[in-house]
C-alpha cells in the first residue's frame, strides 16, 4: 500500500511569490491535514480536511488556504510568501471517520525556502 | 489554553542504555495521546496511540505510559540504538474538535 506522497520535496522561492504544495493520501484515507514545522516552533497544525470540506483550522492567516478534491487529494497554497514561510510542510491522511481516533500518516513533507 | 510541553528538550545518552521521555498535557477534553518518531529530514511515524483508559503501550523496545489523572504521559526506551537518534513528539487529540496539540518534541542522540 502506498503512503502519503507529497510533491514538490523541495523549492525555493522569493518573497511576494506563491506556492501550491500537494498531497496524495493513502488509498482509502478521507482525512488529509497540514502542519508547518520550524525549529523554534515545532509542528503546528494548519487546517484539516474530510470528504472535500474544510473540518478544522489553526491559528494561521489568510494566506494560508487549502482544498481537497473528490479523491481526497490536497492541496495547499501560500500566498505572497514571506521570510517566516521558510519551513518544512508536512501533510498527513487519516482513516479516522470522525472520532480523532484513527491514526496520522505522514508524508516526508515539502520544504519551502524563501529568500 | 490546551497545550503539551515535553521534556527534556534535548537528551544525549550511551548506546544501550535506557531513557524516559515526559509529556505533560492540559489538554481538555481529552481524546488520546500519540508518541511519534521523526528522524531528520522525514516525516513522523506514529509510535504509540493511548486513549483514556488505557496505562501503558508497548511497540518494541519502546513503551508508553500514560496517567490521565495527572495529564502526564511518558515514553521509556529500552536499550537504545544509534538508530533511535531522532525527535520524539508527544501529540493530543482534543476531543470531539478533531484537533491535534503537538509538542515541541524531545531531541535524542544516541552516542556509540
Known sequence: KAGVTQTPRYLIKTRGQQVTLSCSPISGHRSVSWYQQTPGQGLQFLFE???ETQRNKGNFPGRFSGRQFSNSRSEMNVSTLELGDSALYLCASSSDTGRSTGELFFGEGSRLTVL | KNQVEQSPQSLIILEGKNCTLQCNYTVSPFSNLRWYKQDTGRGPVSLTIMTFSENTKSNGRYTATLDADTKQSSLHITASQLSDSASYICVVSEGGTYKYIFGTGTRLKVLA
Do not use: A, V
Open chain 1, 49 to 51: 480536511y474530510f470528504s
